[in-house]
């Protein structure tokens, strides 16, 4: 090889290294899993995020329950998550409010030169809790026939009336 081409080779070499110093290193987002995926007032609920990648001090969940019927969002509540493994964060919510149509959270991180968030307020929308029967509502009535109270509003009524028809003679 001549003195050239050995003189191009390092100003490559010295260009290819200088490259790889100023541009910085892209790290992978980090990821959640909840479970369960669509959970119901009232029950636990798990987050696992894979915050590998990062310098992670200390993570914390940030949750609020909301009601969309009615616009009112509960106070939320800070949670400290575990170090599971290396860089897996792990905690367990259960959820309060019985009447909540949704929740939304954070991810905050310290990472020791200042703190980070992600999924910031993601949304997560609650299935209907379901009774023992299996049906949907509130346990309010006593029977999920429609108009089934005017039967009883009917025979009370002529009832009365032939009561007032009786004193009348």
């Known amino acids: 090889m001549s003195k050239k081409n050995i003189a191009k080779i390092i100003q490559l070499i010295i260009v290819w290294s200088l490259i790889l110093q100023v541009v910085p290193v892209i790290q992978a987002e980090p990821t959640i899993q909840i479970t369960p995926t669509k959970p119901e007032p009232e029950s636990d609920v798990t987050f696992e995020v894979d915050l590998t ?10 949750i609020q329950e909301c009601n969309a019927n009615t616009g009112i969002c509960y106070t ?28 939304q959270y954070s991810i905050i991180v310290d990472t020791g030169s200042g703190w980070r968030t992600f999924f910031e307020q993601t949304k997560i929308n609650l299935a209907e809790a379901s009774n023992s029967n299996g049906n949907t509502n509130n346990g309010d009535s006593e029977s999920d026939t429609p108009g089934f109270e005017f039967v009883a509003l009917f025979i009370s009524v002529i009832f ?6 009786r004193r009348k003679r």
């Not at 990648?53 to 940030?62: H, I, M, T």
């Not at 009365?160 to 028809?165: A, F, Q, R, S």
Request: charged residues 15%.
């Open 53 to 62: 990648g990062e310098n992670v001090q200390n993570a914390y969940l940030w």
């Open 76 to 103: 939320n509540d800070n949670i400290s998550m575990i170090d599971t493994s290396s860089g897996i964060y792990e905690t367990t919510y259960t959820l309060e409010h019985d009447d909540a149509t949704y929740f």
């Open 160 to 165: 009365i009336l032939l009561i007032m028809h």
